[in-house]
Nanobody, 128 residues
Framework: QVQLVESGGGLVQTGGSLRLSCAAS????????MGWFRQAPGKEREFVAA????????HYIDSVKGRFTISRDNAKNTVYLPMNSLKPEDTAVYYC???WGRGSGWTPHRTIYEYPYWGQGTQVTVSS
């Protein structure tokens, strides 16, 4: 089992940047595929980005490509989401999520149902 704690959220103006971090407990972090999701008020939680156990493979929703970059440091048990060129529509609570990796390959895991472990979330607010 893994416990996740997000940080780095805040209030920023349109065009600004934030860097989210997600710290994981345990000694098997490198065995987990990781993802970032977000949930805006009144909307369903949506997939943002995912990264494989090694960090080599990544996947994004189209609306954040070129602006957000998911990465991980397995030595520090941490996954990151630097966010640039932020827009008001990026306003949401951002969650990191983990799932135990299986097999040697990787396919992007984009649904909330694929991740059994979640952090408590961090608020990102982008003002216009």
């Amino acid at each position: 089992q893994v416990q996740l704690v997000e940080s780095g959220g805040g209030l920023v103006q349109t065009g600004g940047s934030l860097r989210l971090s997600c710290a994981a407990s345990g000694r098997t972090f490198s065995s987990y595929d990781m993802g970032w999701f977000r949930q805006a008020p009144g909307k369903e939680r949506e997939f943002v980005a995912a990264i494989s156990r090694s960090g080599i493979n990544t996947h994004y929703i189209d609306s954040v490509k070129g602006r957000f970059t998911i990465s991980r440091d397995n030595a520090k048990n941490t996954v990151y989401l630097p966010m640039n060129s932020l827009k008001p529509e990026d306003t949401a609570v951002y969650y990191c999520a983990a799932r135990w990796g299986r097999g040697s390959g990787w396919t992007p895991h984009r649904t909330i149902y694929e991740y059994p472990y979640w952090g408590q979330g961090t608020q990102v607010t982008v003002s216009s």
